[in-house]
């Protein structure tokens, strides 16, 4: 059972690029999440979905878009980058907060130069 | 030892002794609240949760306790082990899914 699985781990881009962050869940989760994290931080939320087909703001949502095609993967992408989206991303899978406790990916540590 | 969490981001404890992570919580309507453990490198793991309609909730080596009144939250780790050092997280779900996290207090426990 893999759980919650993102790629890629890392990755270099150079501002104005664009990316595509993967997150796949085999545990039949209708909730998932993208969170970023800086040092010294807390992880803030980027952006939702509460099942496939919908998406939803965060705390943290300028500058990136998301799409839920499959109910098992959730998807993070970045338009044109800037530095400022340096981070480390972590994906989570879960059911409603208070149901189903939410499980993280790895994370995918960006450096946009 | 004893944190104030987002004021006192680290905490040193003996390895035996019991440790206390303490978190301020911003939202009064917020119905429900997590903790979480991240060591390095890796994401953040469930530890222990708690509704609003408790006070106390214990687990494994592990005890949350709840005061409403003062928007407070705190960890309690019984007997802590080098494995417990990591970085703890509280969490608190400010309605729509919204789970909003503190900055962490990093727990060093030395042998």
């Known amino acids: 059972n893999a759980g919650v699985t993102q790629t890629p781990k890392f990755r270099v881009l150079k501002t104005g690029q664009s990316m595509t962050l993967l997150c796949a869940q085999d545990?039949?989760?209708?909730?998932m999440y993208w969170y970023r994290q800086d040092p010294g931080m807390g992880l803030r939320l980027i952006h939702y979905?509460?099942?496939?087909?919908?998406?939803a703001k965060g705390e943290v949502p300028d500058g990136y878009n998301v799409s839920r095609l499959k109910k098992q993967n959730f998807l993070l992408g970045l338009e044109s980058a800037a530095p400022s989206q340096t981070s480390v991303y972590f994906c989570?899978?879960?059911?409603?907060?208070?149901?189903?406790?939410?499980?993280f990916g790895q994370g995918t540590r960006l450096t946009v130069v | 030892g004893e944190s104030v969490g987002l004021h006192l981001p680290t905490l040193s404890v003996q390895e035996g002794d019991n440790s206390i992570i303490n978190c301020a919580y911003s939202n009064s309507a917020s119905d429900y609240f997590i903790w979480y453990k991240q060591e390095s490198g890796k994401g953040p793991q469930f530890i222990i949760d708690?509704?609003?309609?408790?006070d106390k909730r214990q687990g494994q080596r592990v005890t949350v306790l709840l005061n409403k009144t003062v928007k407070h939250l705190s960890l309690q780790i019984a007997a802590t082990q080098p494995g417990d050092s990591a970085v703890y997280f509280c969490?608190?779900?400010?309605?729509?899914?919204?789970?909003?996290f503190g900055a962490g207090t990093r727990l060093t426990v030395k042998p």
């Open positions: 708690i509704r609003s309609n408790m």
């Open positions: 545990m039949n989760h209708e909730y």
């Open positions: 979905s509460v099942g496939e087909g919908t998406t």
């Open positions: 989570a899978s879960g059911g409603f907060p208070g149901d189903t406790e939410a499980f």
């Open positions: 969490a608190e779900n400010w309605g729509n899914n919204d789970m909003r």
